[in-house]
């Protein structure tokens, strides 16, 4: 479908182009025991759209490095505006090819964005920590069919669309990289690492977010992802393979080498996998709780630490979508979440385990169901999550760092007193506010929260919020606003 465009077309287009950037106007600016580290120690709404040339975690520079060539029937428009967005809809079709002997990958992804945002954009940001991890290399990336020069910058490839995509509109964008994974736990390592025998690929399928520094100085989660109606992944890999994904298989070859993963409503989607997995299950309500593990090691203890965790944060919160809740052994370092999956580190002892296990399904609800920019504001998921940890176990404890603000980023926070404020002053604060609305206010009111916004992207005033609403009593005056300066 690729055609040559006529000189008199180039130059129409050319005016087209004038005349649409003159009625859009500028663009938009752009844990652990009791005490400490196991669920890392240190796990923010998208703030929309960011396009500035310049400003902080956004690329504006480079927004139309290369203008692809338009093809005939694509709903890109020519001209530029400097502008993207996490905010878009988009469906993820994706072909992962992983060597488990030599530890490399091969990607191949196709995104099919529609524009659902309050204007129009011409660049995505696509997130995957293959940049900083896996010595990214970047082999193609094609908007509509048409070839156009991405650029990786940290974790974001930034793909130009050569064009205007308006509100309404849809196109499809293509990435194919190669990628190598790491053989140690060291710092973030243990994301993206094969080790003690397991494959961990985290945030491995470029997603649509926006620019956001990978480097901060604790374990906080630099990401901002929105929800994906649907995500199909198929994996090819050089031997059998059990696969922990956070989608659910559908399909596997005759010769085992080949296996079709999907998921709905999925803000991410994780690849564990090993030659030896093994697995245990039970039924909770119409949802299948499974663990993965390779060491036998406390599996019994892990499985009946995810059922009670399930089935007691699910009669608070609501209901779980997903028929499939995965508890999975990874290659080690920290607990980690993602939907319908959640990481528990090889290695672990008893000691930490229900807490760990309770903090991670915690976070199926909040990040999960009810997402939000992790690295800006983390109070949303992570002290949500903590405090349904510590009050479904009866763990409530003091700080070990003086009392601070809840509403700064997660690169505002040391590494000493990061978990300290955010989970246990955080999650303490959330209890407080229990006590004062009186349980059954509260329960409701975050029950309520977590409906209004199912698979949307908030922020922590969207939470204080829901909550303030909940009571006659004025939260913001006589509890929030010393905490979150920022917001009120």
Same mark, same amino acid.
């Given at each position: 479908m690729t055609t040559t465009r006529t000189r008199r077309r180039s130059l129409i287009a050319s005016l087209v182009g004038v005349l649409i950037l003159g009625?859009?106007? $500028? !663009?938009?600016? &752009? =844990? $652990? !025991?009791?005490? &400490? =580290?196991?669920?890392?120690?240190g796990t923010g709404t998208a703030t929309g759209a960011t396009g500035a040339p310049g400003a902080p975690g956004t690329i504006g520079e480079h927004a139309q490095t290369a203008q692809a060539t338009i093809l005939a029937g694509s709903a890109i428009q020519p001209g530029s505006v400097d502008r993207t967005s996490p905010r878009v809809r988009a469906e993820y079709r994706a072909t992962l090819d992983l060597d488990y002997g030599t530890r490399k990958l091969s990607v191949d992804s196709t995104a099919t964005i529609t524009?659902?945002?309050?204007?129009?954009?011409?660049?995505?940001?696509?997130?995957t920590i293959a940049g900083p991890l896996g010595s990214i290399v970047i082999r193609g990336a094609w908007v509509d069919g048409g070839a156009v020069s991405a650029k990786r910058t940290d974790q974001t490839i930034v793909v130009p669309l050569g064009g205007i995509l308006p509100e309404g509109a849809a196109v499809t964008v293509r990435v194919k990289y190669g990628a190598t994974l790491r053989t140690s736990l060291s710092g973030s390592n243990w994301l993206f690492t094969k080790a003690n025998g397991i494959a961990n690929l985290y945030r491995w399928l470029p997603w649509v977010s926006k620019a956001t520094p990978f480097a901060r100085p604790n374990h906080g989660d630099p990401f901002v992802t929105a929800n994906s109606p649907y995500?199909?992944?198929?994996?090819?890999?050089?031997?059998?393979?059990?696969?922990?994904?956070?989608?659910d298989r559908t399909s596997i070859s005759a010769d085992g080498l080949t296996q079709t993963f999907e998921a709905r409503n999925v803000r991410d989607f994780t690849i564990t996998a090993a030659p030896d997995f093994r697995t245990r299950s039970m039924l909770v309500g119409d949802t299948t709780v499974r663990t993965y593990y390779r060491s036998g090691a406390n599996a019994p203890l892990i499985l009946d630490s995810a059922v009670d965790a399930f089935r007691a944060i699910q009669t608070r919160l609501g209901d779980y979508p997903h028929p499939t809740f995965k508890v999975v052994q990874s290659a080690g370092g920290y607990g980690m979440e993602s939907p319908g999956l959640i990481w528990i580190p090889y290695g672990i002892g008893s000691a930490n385990l229900r807490y760990l296990v309770t903090h991670e399904t915690a976070h199926q609800w909040f990040y999960g169901i009810v997402g939000n920019d992790q690295a800006r504001q983390p109070f949303?998921?992570?002290?949500?999550?903590?405090?349904?940890?510590?009050?479904?176990?009866?763990?409530?404890?003091?700080?070990?760092?003086?009392?601070?603000?809840?509403d700064r980023k997660i690169y505002d926070y040391s590494s000493a007193c990061y978990y300290e404020t955010i989970y246990i002053q955080g999650g303490n604060l959330l209890d407080d506010v229990r006590k004062r609305m009186g349980s059954t206010a509260f329960w409701s009111a975050l029950r309520g929260y977590v409906t209004a916004n199912r698979?949307?992207?908030?922020?922590?005033?969207?939470?204080?919020?829901?909550?303030?609403?909940?009571?006659?009593?004025?939260?913001?005056?006589?509890?929030?606003?010393?905490?979150?300066?920022?917001?009120y």
């Open positions: 009625s859009i106007g $500028a !663009a938009s600016p &752009g =844990p $652990a !025991a009791a005490a &400490g =580290p196991t669920v890392r120690p524009n659902q945002t309050d204007g129009p954009i011409d660049r995505v940001e696509l997130n995500v199909r992944v198929t994996v090819r890999t050089d031997r059998k393979l059990v696969i922990a994904s956070t989608g949303a998921d992570e002290a949500a999550a903590d405090f349904m940890a510590r009050y479904t176990l009866g763990l409530r404890r003091g700080p070990q760092c003086s009392t601070a603000r809840l698979y949307g992207l908030v922020g922590n005033i969207d939470l204080l919020r829901a909550l303030d609403a909940g009571t006659s009593i004025d939260l913001g005056a006589t509890m929030f606003r010393t905490r979150f300066p920022s917001h």
